[in-house]
């Protein structure tokens, strides 16, 4: 068996490090593609569709991808603490990359709108967590001007390394399918993953790994759309906790993904996003979060408006586990019923 040694021992070539540069990993990446026949019999029978399972990275989402990257870069440069702000996967990531390198970690996290999962991995691996009272975009600002002022690093998507790390699931759905995709779909947030594929795409292309490439097809949900409206939203909403941002950073990149690839960003609604959840974990035994299923949601709709022709590739991206947000699960699962503890009384239940 041959170890996997994590994304940059992996893709080393394609990616800003050298000898010096020290790799602090925790063998992220490798994450399964998985085909989905079920899925696909139901919501867009004419195509092959496979699903990037990125929950599998170490902690549950491809954030791992772009931190592992980010946190060495800032070990070689030798900062004292990373910073960032997030709606709860980044600061997952940053405070287990962070406390495997040994540094102090600090957090912005909007109070009462991150999943519970994501709020107890930064905690556990003890960065510090500020909740502030506001939302992703406004803690944004605040961090980058701490972080402006050189005594945090930035491990947003800002900082380029994070991106570059984010490159490599693209490369990765590449050699696992042995060509690209037609299409590839994404939930899109702070627009910075979508960018990260698009330029992983395009190096492979270029390093002759693939011969043409995919298009880019990114999913905002409703009340979170700043992109396809085409202004910031100032007090964005979604059940999906993880994309609730209304002014996001790569927002330009994300743009000239969909337009370089003849893809497109368009918006699904949270109801698209639970339904696409529900049968991601009912006919796949796929548990992602919500974010995540707003590609699948997006492959229903442009698949109903005869978007898909007959025999496409399509990838969606699972960004992040379904635990990281068990209160969406247990809120939109049925509840189990509870019994006396005797075989009459459970089998009467099963009987009912
Ligand atoms: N899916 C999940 C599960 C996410 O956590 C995020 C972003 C996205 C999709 C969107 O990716 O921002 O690159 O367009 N989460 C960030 C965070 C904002 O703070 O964890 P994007």
């Known amino acids: 068996m041959i170890l996997w040694r994590g994304i940059i021992e992996e893709f080393r070539k394609f990616l800003p490090v050298s000898e010096q540069t020290p790799v602090i990993s925790l063998s992220e990446g490798n994450t399964p593609l998985i085909r989905a026949d079920r899925l696909a019999k139901k919501i867009c029978p004419q195509v092959e569709l496979y699903l990037k399972v990125e929950g599998a990275n170490p902690t549950g989402s491809f954030k791992d991808r772009g931190m592992t990257l980010a946190v060495s870069k800032a070990m070689e440069k030798q900062v004292r603490a990373i910073m960032c702000a997030s709606t709860g996967n980044t600061s997952a990531a940053a405070a287990a990359y962070g406390a495997k390198a040994g540094l102090p970690v ?7 709108k991150i999943a519970l999962g994501k709020l107890a ?19 944004l600002r605040i961090v980058r001007e701490l972080c402006a002022e050189d005594e945090y690093e930035l491990v947003n998507s800002l900082n380029p390394f994070r991106l570059e790390g984010q490159k490599t699931a693209a490369m990765e759905v590449c050699d696992q399918l042995g060509t690209a995709p ?6 899109v947030g702070n627009a910075g993953n979508i960018s990260a594929y698009w330029k992983g795409y395009r190096e492979y292309h270029t390093a002759g790994q693939i011969h043409y490439l995919p298009k880019m097809m990114g999913f905002q949900a409703e009340g979170s759309a700043p992109i396809v409206h085409g202004h910031v939203i100032e007090n964005p909403q979604t059940v999906a906790t993880a994309i609730r941002i209304g002014n996001p950073a790569s927002w330009k990149l994300a743009l000239q993904a969909v337009d370089e690839s003849s893809g497109k960003i368009a918006i699904v609604t949270d109801e698209e996003i639970l339904s696409a959840y529900r049968a991601l974990a009912a006919e796949e035994g796929v548990f992602c979060e919500p974010a995540s299923a707003a590609s699948v949601a997006g492959v229903t709709k442009c698949s109903q408006a005869g978007l898909l022709p007959e025999g496409a590739t399509v990838v969606c991206t699972l960004t992040g586990h379904g635990l990281k947000d068990p209160d969406i699960a247990v809120e939109t699962s049925t509840r189990p019923r509870t019994v006396k503890a005797t075989r009459e009384d459970v089998l009467a239940l099963l009987r009912a």
């Open 106 to 112: 600090y957090v912005l996290v909007p109070a009462g």
């Open 121 to 139: 991995q930064a905690m556990v691996h003890g960065a510090i967590v500020f909740q502030i009272e506001g939302n992703f975009d406004q803690a």
């Open 182 to 187: 037609t299409f590839h779909f994404l939930p």
